[in-house]
């Protein structure tokens, strides 16, 4: 079983996208995701320096750029990859290539939001100086306690003993003064305190601009980095990418997810480097490649071969087939049978488990054609609960 991830933010360094030029197609597809975005791709890719590189309205634009750019060269017919990607995940901003991946958005739609998100979380961060710093090990509770007693967010939670601490310089200071017993602490090359209550400007900006975008539902699972949820509904997708800004990252729970689905083998998107190694150490016994450069892309191309699945909502919309948003034990919440009708919105159940509880929603309405679980079955995640026709009812 495979999953393909894109990286976040921090991840990009000078000239990474150099080796990517000689690959066919990738020159002319940059200069024309540069004009949707209206950010010279090639020349950051290429030619600038770490500081450019690191501007915000410039970092975002070239990493969903090169995510994008590299998937086509993954798949250069991409509705195969729907047959044999069972999952797809982002770091951050990463989830936007990510949706467009899964079929939410398209390239275009996804260079205007990143843009837009540049530039919105760029302005944010203009208005206080703040910044995130990296923890690497010591005791998560001791971690999570001193980063509340200095008044941070953990912004990033990353598992495998990683988590990132966010907020202004002077509490990032007093962070570094009196660090975690046991942990290192490594300030990352970042613009702001991403994922903070210091972003909400910027979801604004956004909430504004979803209004006015289309979307269509995932085609393969789709694990949200807010949660670790599978999201099988492209207007929730859209909703995430809005909110995620201002809400902190649970990479822990996402890898959770993929050992729930039993996922085999992992993809991660250029540039490369960071959610691998988060892999290894999370998802022992897994295997990654970090596609890095053209001369992996036939190592990626037998991985693909050999861990390939067909994911269960790849060949039929997902508004027909309502899938499990989380592992967990699912109780039923409606007694309609095969041939009633469901109104849009409608909850048909929820998903227990030691953590919360998730309802499980039809969105689009329909009339039941069959069940596929029962009551108290335990479910994991993106497993199809009801398959519905795609009838119009009224609430």
């Known amino acids: ?181 046991r942990a290192r602490l490594r300030p990352l090359p970042v613009a702001g305190a991403f994922h903070t209550e210091h972003m909400a400007p910027a979801v604004e900006v956004l909430a504004g601009h979803a209004r006015a975008i289309s979307v269509h539902d995932p085609r393969t699972r789709l694990i949200s980095n807010t949660d670790g949820n599978v999201v099988h509904n492209g207007r929730d997708v859209l909703a995430r990418l809005v909110t995620q800004v201002s809400a902190p990252v649970r990479w822990d729970l996402c890898m959770a997810t993929m050992a729930d689905l039993g996922v085999t083998a992992l993809i991660e998107l250029p540039p490369a480097g960071t959610l691998t190694g988060l892999a290894k150490r999370g998802l022992p016994g897994i295997e990654t490649l970090a596609l890095s450069t053209p001369d992996d892309l036939p190592a990626a191309w037998d991985m693909i071969e050999r861990h390939a699945t067909l994911s269960p909502v790849s060949q039929a919309p997902t508004w027909r087939l309502l899938v499990a948003p989380a592992k967990g034990t699912f109780r039923l919440g409606t007694d309609s049978v095969a041939g009633d009708a469901l109104a849009p919105g409608m909850a048909v159940g929820t998903i227990v488990n030691l953590r919360d509880e998730q309802p499980v929603l039809a969105p689009h309405g329909g009339t039941v054609v069959e069940w596929l679980v029962e009551d108290g079955d335990p479910v994991s995640p993106g497993q199809p609960i009801v398959r519905l026709h795609p009838e119009a009812v009224s609430a």
């Open 1 to 181: 079983m495979l999953v393909v991830v894109a990286p976040g933010q921090g991840s990009q360094t000078p000239g990474f996208l150099s080796p990517w030029l000689e690959a066919p197609d990738v020159r002319t597809r940059l200069q024309w995701l540069s004009t949707v975005a209206g950010v010279d791709l090639v020349r950051h890719g290429t030619e600038s320096d770490a500081d450019t590189i690191r501007d915000t309205a410039v970092a975002q634009p070239l990493l969903v750029g090169a995510g994008l750019v590299s998937l086509l060269s993954l798949f250069p017919h991409p509705a195969e990859a729907y047959g044999k990607v069972a999952a797809g995940a982002g770091h951050s901003v990463g989830e936007i290539t990510a949706a467009v991946g899964a079929g939410v958005i398209t390239a275009e739609q996804a260079m205007v939001f990143v843009r837009e998100r540049g530039n919105a979380m760029a302005e944010a961060a203009r208005r206080t100086p703040t910044g995130m710093t990296a923890v690497l090990g010591g005791d998560r509770d001791d971690v999570l306690a001193s980063v509340a007693r200095h008044g941070l967010t953990a912004a990033n939670d990353n598992g495998a003993g990683q988590l990132v601490a966010a907020g202004t310089l002077a509490q990032l200071e007093a962070f570094a003064a009196d660090p975690p017993a």
